[in-house]
């Protein structure tokens, strides 16, 4: 094998793997998004967490945020969002939160 050949698969796993984590920020924050105008909410503050609590069930392929929503009377609250589904992940445009 060349030496170009090399880089060049180099380069396209590199870019295959930018494109996904990319991808998969934009995904997650759109659901998150849609599901707080669905709800009513607007978000004041999220974080992306890989740790959560631990009564908080959530598989690998979900992404799940803490947050800080604001209900449209003004009261504040905070909790877990996990986002996509179980099995399918950011595939299933699907949110559900747990609030402390």
Sequence with gaps: MHAYSVVFWLLLVA?????????EERRSTQILKDWAEREGLKVLSSERRYSY???FKASRSQAVFRV??????GFTRHGWV?????????????????WD
């Excluded at 870019?15 to 991808?23: E, L, M, Q, S």
């Excluded at 800080?68 to 009377?73: I, Y």
Aim: with cysteine.
């Design 82 to 98: 996990k986002c996509g589904g179980w099995w399918a992940g950011l595939l299933k445009n699907r949110a559900e939160a747990q």
């Design 15 to 23: 870019a295959a793997i930018i494109w996904g984590v990319y991808w």
């Design 68 to 73: 800080k929503v604001q209900d449209e009377k």
């Design 53 to 55: 609590a631990e009564d």
